[in-house]
């Protein structure tokens, strides 16, 4: 199974500033995806993260708001703009490589964010 | 659209009680079925699933069958450990490399 990290592991932040998440992996995976999960609640999909081009979004969610960079087959960053208390959340960045046929997702252990 | 339905929590259960955690499914497609825990202060982690109907998935005691009648995929174990203490999260997906469709999420606490 791919062993991921994220940093930072939590922080707090001030309404109206960026924080800039990052997600790193121990192997080339083919899919990175960034999950949000707002306090007592599931997870949502915020996007997936393509290598060398844009993101996709799902809706609801926009690159304004949440940039996402991924340069390489290992790496990605999520930003989270202009915050405010909404979101107050875990944000998780998870991978799946499509090459081993076993139709799995692993998750890194997330991001806690809260924003004052 | 696709949606999973979760039993909501919390549970608390004595050690070696029987755990039952309800989930059923709604999707378009052909889903592959999954349980996910997230133990205090980690990340999820895969359980179990199952990729096809009447599939059983197992895993460190835990138990789950992709019933298709039904539509459900619920989690057993016959007998918990207080280290069973997590949250416990149904998910489906259609295809590979497609996003996972969550369920709420149940709080397991397994007493001694």
Redesign the interface.
């Given at each position: 199974s791919a062993v991921i990290s994220q940093k930072p592991s939590r922080d707090i932040c001030q309404r109206g500033t960026s924080l800039t998440i990052q997600c790193q992996v121990d192997s080339q995976v083919t899919m990175m995806f960034w999950y949000r999960q707002q306090p007592g609640q599931s997870l949502t999909l915020i996007a997936t993260a393509n290598q060398g081009s844009e993101a996709t979004y799902e809706s609801g969610f926009v690159i304004d708001k949440f940039p996402i960079s991924r340069p390489n087959l290992t790496f990605s960053t999520l930003t989270v703009s202009n915050m405010s208390p909404e979101d107050s959340s875990i944000y998780l960045c998870s991978v799946e490589d499509l090459t081993s046929g076993r139709h799995e997702q692993f998750f890194g252990p997330g991001t806690r964010l809260t924003v004052l | 659209g696709d949606s999973v339905t979760q039993m909501e929590g919390p549970v608390t259960l004595s050690e070696e009680a029987f755990l039952t955690i309800n989930c059923t499914y709604t999707a378009t497609g052909y889903p592959?079925l999954f349980w996910?825990v997230q133990y205090p202060g980690?990340?999820?982690?895969?359980l179990l699933?199952a990729?096809k109907a009447d599939d059983k998935g197992s895993n460190k005691g835990f138990e789950a069958t992709y019933r298709k009648e039904t539509t459900s995929f619920h989690l057993e174990k016959g007998s918990v450990q207080v280290s069973d203490s997590a949250v416990y999260?149904c998910a489906l997906?259609v295809g590979?490399?497609n996003?996972?469709y969550?369920?709420?999420?149940t709080s397991l606490t397994v007493i001694p």
């Amino acid at each position: 199974s791919a062993v991921i990290s994220q940093k930072p592991s939590r922080d707090i932040c001030q309404r109206g500033t960026s924080l800039t998440i990052q997600c790193q992996v121990d192997s080339q995976v083919t899919m990175m995806f960034w999950y949000r999960q707002q306090p007592g609640q599931s997870l949502t999909l915020i996007a997936t993260a393509n290598q060398g081009s844009e993101a996709t979004y799902e809706s609801g969610f926009v690159i304004d708001k949440f940039p996402i960079s991924r340069p390489n087959l290992t790496f990605s960053t999520l930003t989270v703009s202009n915050m405010s208390p909404e979101d107050s959340s875990i944000y998780l960045c998870s991978v799946e490589d499509l090459t081993s046929g076993r139709h799995e997702q692993f998750f890194g252990p997330g991001t806690r964010l809260t924003v004052l | 659209g696709d949606s999973v339905t979760q039993m909501e929590g919390p549970v608390t259960l004595s050690e070696e009680a029987f755990l039952t955690i309800n989930c059923t499914y709604t999707a378009t497609g052909y889903p592959s079925l999954f349980w996910y825990v997230q133990y205090p202060g980690e990340g999820l982690q895969l359980l179990l699933k199952a990729t096809k109907a009447d599939d059983k998935g197992s895993n460190k005691g835990f138990e789950a069958t992709y019933r298709k009648e039904t539509t459900s995929f619920h989690l057993e174990k016959g007998s918990v450990q207080v280290s069973d203490s997590a949250v416990y999260f149904c998910a489906l997906r259609v295809g590979s490399g497609n996003q996972f469709y969550f369920g709420t999420g149940t709080s397991l606490t397994v007493i001694p």
